[in-house]
């Protein structure tokens, strides 16, 4: 037998015929990423059912030098949970392991494995009139496993921080295939270094997450969203300030929006309107919500943001949801904006960040910067001003032809818009990580003093590179 | 010239008069630790007063082999910023770099360097109507640096979180004299790796931190302190769930002391008298405080969570105080059972942490335990109940030698008690961090697998162990 022939003996051996399969039909749907921009190769599929598999699965993958890429929902941005195509690695889903294992209404914890699914998840802490706060697009698919490898954001940051800060404790299988367990929560503990904290975002490369315990808010009692048109960035960073003063901890969501996507949007999905009689430079979306405890205040906070707003001249026209059905239409407005905008012709995007205070000068000077060097194009920035992040597409000029033209000119304005944001002290990932998509690009901007101390820490902890290699981690040049 | 020579002359150059010195007079006041638990010697201390000063020193010490002991306000509780006895170490001390580099109110951000006092900060902060919520008794001495290399806790954890929930960027000298500069905060930035979490509470033995940028927060407008006379721990566990039900995220604070610990220091403190008529076997201490938003509902807060948690018969007795004056007095009984059981005689201290959900449990197990196991002694538990972490003390028997019965009896009593909280799923060290006191008591109760993996990272990033040796990391055995 060849070695891959007698490792994956002993792997079938070990996870049985559940766990294990070579069938390509069964490999073909997880060996391409969702939006079908990455694809590999795999040797097989794994399918490990419990934490005792994943680790004998490991040691074994140790002993046998096979490489291991982690897969949750197969739903992220960065093509992280896709094999390279060599086909010498194994992909490793976490989705059989979906458990439960214990939720805590009265300490507010739940303890879930990787598999389980974020909007599972979501129901089964309303189950306790409880909520996890963070949500985003892929809801239906994304796994604990993997929102927590990849410290996934969404529109909650603003209040209650991305994933890093909902963890408690983790569970993972380390490179030789060793238990980290660290899933008891303590609120205080200072016995060295939080190494959990090394595991969240590191994309599968350090460790595979296989459980964690999460902590729960009290279920939201109410909410009021607010829409805003106002005259530039800056003047909605006035708005967000003024917000945080107004309404402190009740700030969930503030997102802005230009002109030009409003009006993408308003074309591209039927019967839609705008919450606001005429047209503005700058639109703001404006969530607020509260527990049992602060509803009642609500109602009078949203309108007193909003009075106040006005009699301070922080915007032009501005109004309240009056219900809960017009609130889902403002959103749909925000959230429409990605798909309106791809609908209009070919488009590269950018998720990026820099920091808070910045933004409003950033997105003043960088819209012009990258029209006047890559003519008629046109750059739309959009999304969440209140964490310094929005997501930057430059639209191709017209009969850009799909495919062709985001390989060859949406590569240099890719780089172009990098290269801004790193001078401005930003980041080339706020919230979709890095995978295979911007590994070299971190590599050719990143500090090069962290990017030694990324390596250094990856080499110490997997010496082998059998850890999703070919991510996150740009080689040495 | 011998190395040591060479070194010196080097580093005398590089740091000048003020920045370098051998004299054991001025070197004597930093060879101890404040306590008096622990001392060693140096053979230099050195003062530098840039980061790059900090950089090319290590640098230095990096290519003559000198090991580096950084010490901020010399105030840690573990022996962590003293040296060996050895005298091949300098002492760093980061005490000149005390400049706050930026305070931008609008954002709520401040960048100190490490030498920073707490109480200045919280001065800086307080001139622009903001607050810095971690305070502890140390404050001034404690600086920034060490505060974030131990991530210091306090009493206000509970609703704001220990040093590592406050730091938004650091800037730090590593092992091979590079400088980390991570000082520009994002509020969202998934560039792989988080390693600032790695260098916040690695006690040095990673990084020199030189600078960092907190968050701030709205200055308090108004607070209310109540007493509770209650049954046990348990009842004050259901407390404390009616008290986060009801105040929500306006619950800054939840002390609980016994019987015993309020009647100590009744006697010690003179005029001091007890906030309720009857005696009670458990004491609760709630602080609740808001911002200018909340202030106008805090009176009325205060009022329903005292009188629901008496119609729930969650109280034997309680009360509110009636002002300032009076809340201080509340904390002050609080504050001063550490002297007061001190001056019962001789004692061990421990800071330990379980899950919050089974510290009533724990308590009630513990204390018999340890009393039955070591006759005549008394324990106490007292502290944040709110983040499952006590301070647990053992008092000897009457007529124990003090000094020597902590040296023989208490050292047997302290494994005992880490043993029990290690069965609980505790931690050895809630707050204090573990320096020199307690790392021989990680390297016996440590998790092997997470061992190896602070041995690994720690190898990694200080191959020469230079920084901070003998500190935190437990060598193999």
Same mark, same amino acid.
């Given at each position: 037998?060849?070695?891959?022939?007698?490792?994956?003996?002993?792997?079938?051996?070990?996870?049985?015929?559940?766990?294990?399969?070579?069938?390509?039909?069964?490999?073909?749907?997880?060996?391409?990423?969702?939006?079908?921009?990455?694809?590999?190769?795999?040797?097989?599929?794994?399918?490990?059912?419990?934490?005792?598999?994943?680790?004998?699965?490991?040691?074994?993958?140790?002993?046998?030098?096979?490489?291991?890429?982690?897969?949750?929902?197969?739903?992220?941005?960065?093509?992280?949970?896709?094999?390279?195509?060599?086909?010498?690695?194994?992909?490793?889903?976490? +989705?059989?392991?979906?458990?439960?294992?214990?939720?805590?209404?009265?300490?507010?914890?739940?303890?879930?494995?990787?598999?389980?699914i974020l909007q599972t998840l979501h129901e089964a802490a309303a189950v306790e009139n409880l909520r996890f706060p963070l949500t985003l697009g892929g809801k239906g698919s994304a796994t604990i496993g993997g929102?927590?490898?990849?410290n996934a954001g969404g529109t909650q940051v603003l209040r209650h921080g991305s994933m890093r800060a909902q963890v408690l404790g983790i569970e993972a299988v380390l490179a030789d295939g060793s238990v980290f367990?660290?899933?008891?929560?303590?609120?205080?503990?200072?016995?060295?270094?939080?190494?959990?904290?090394?595991?969240?975002?590191?994309?599968?490369?350090?460790?595979?997450?296989?459980?964690?315990?999460?902590?729960?808010?009290?279920?939201?009692? =109410?909410?009021?969203?607010?829409?805003?048109?106002?005259? *530039?960035?800056?003047?909605?960073?006035?708005?967000?300030?003024?917000?945080?003063?107004?309404?402190?901890?009740?700030?969930?969501?503030?997102?802005?929006?230009?002109?030009? *996507?409003?009006?993408?949007?308003?074309?591209?999905?039927?019967?839609?309107?705008?919450?606001?009689?005429?047209?503005?430079?700058?639109?703001?979306?404006?969530?607020?919500?509260?527990?049992?405890?602060?509803?009642?205040?609500?109602?009078?906070?949203?309108?007193?943001?909003?009075?106040?707003?006005?009699?301070?001249?922080?915007?032009? =026209?501005?109004?309240?949801?009056?219900? =809960?059905?017009?609130?889902?239409?403002?959103?749909?407005?925000?959230?429409?904006?990605?798909?309106?905008? +791809?609908?209009?012709?070919?488009?590269?995007?950018?998720?990026?960040?820099?920091?808070?205070?910045?933004?409003?000068?950033?997105?003043?000077a960088a819209v012009p910067d990258v029209e006047s060097r890559f003519p008629s194009t046109r750059a739309v920035a959009f999304g969440h001003l209140g964490d310094g992040n929005v997501h930057f597409h430059v639209?191709?000029?017209?009969?850009?032809?799909?495919?062709?033209?985001?390989?060859?000119?949406?590569?240099?304005?890719?780089?172009?818009?990098?290269?801004?944001?790193?001078?401005?002290?930003?980041?080339?990932?706020?919230?979709?990580?890095?995978?295979?998509?911007?590994?070299?690009?971190?590599?050719?901007?990143?500090?090069?003093?962290?990017?030694?101390?990324?390596?250094?820490?990856?080499?110490?902890?997997?010496?082998?590179?059998?850890?999703?290699?070919?991510?996150?981690?740009?080689?040495?040049?």
């Open positions: 037998m060849t070695d891959q022939e007698q490792f994956l003996a002993a792997a079938s051996l070990l996870l049985g015929e559940r766990g294990l399969t070579c069938d390509p039909e069964l490999l073909q749907p997880w060996l391409t990423d969702w939006r079908g921009r990455f694809s590999g190769q795999a040797m097989a599929l794994a399918s490990p059912a419990t934490t005792a598999e994943v680790s004998a699965l490991m040691k074994l993958c140790a002993k046998f030098a096979v490489p291991v890429v982690p897969q949750g929902g197969n739903s992220g941005m960065s093509g992280g949970a896709t094999p390279d195509e060599s086909g010498h690695a194994i992909l490793l889903s976490l +989705r059989r392991m979906n458990a439960i294992r214990r939720l805590d209404p009265a300490a507010r914890e739940i303890t879930c494995e990787a598999g389980v929102l927590i490898s990849t367990d660290a899933l008891v929560p303590l609120k205080k503990d200072n016995r060295g270094f939080d190494l959990k904290q090394l595991l969240i975002g590191s994309e599968g490369t350090l460790g595979i997450v296989t459980a964690a315990t999460l902590r729960l808010l009290p279920a939201l009692a =109410d909410r009021a969203v607010l829409w805003a048109g106002l005259e *530039s960035v800056t003047a909605a960073r006035s708005l967000l300030l003024h917000s945080e003063k107004i309404a402190g901890d009740a700030l969930e969501g503030f997102e802005i929006m230009p002109r030009h *996507s409003l009006a993408a949007v308003l074309a591209h999905v039927p019967g839609s309107r705008s919450p606001l009689q005429g047209a503005h430079e700058w639109n703001v979306l404006i969530e607020l919500a509260a527990d049992a405890a602060g509803a009642d205040a609500l109602p009078n906070l949203a309108q007193t943001l909003l009075e106040t707003a006005f009699e301070a001249g922080l915007v032009e =026209d501005a109004t309240i949801a009056a219900n =809960d059905a017009q609130a889902e239409q403002f959103w749909l407005l925000r959230d429409e904006i990605a798909p309106a905008e +791809r609908a209009l012709g070919p488009a590269v995007q950018h998720d990026i960040s820099v920091p808070v205070a910045r933004m409003a000068e950033f997105v003043a639209l191709a000029p017209a009969g850009a032809v799909r495919g062709e033209w985001e390989a060859t000119d949406g590569k240099a304005i890719s780089a172009f818009v990098h290269d801004l944001v790193t001078q401005w002290g930003g980041s080339i990932s706020a919230e979709h990580g890095i995978g295979q998509l911007k590994r070299d690009e971190l590599g050719r901007l990143g500090d090069p003093v962290q990017l030694a101390m990324m390596r250094a820490v990856k080499h110490a902890l997997d010496p082998g590179d059998l850890l999703n290699p070919g991510k996150l981690v740009p080689p040495c040049t």
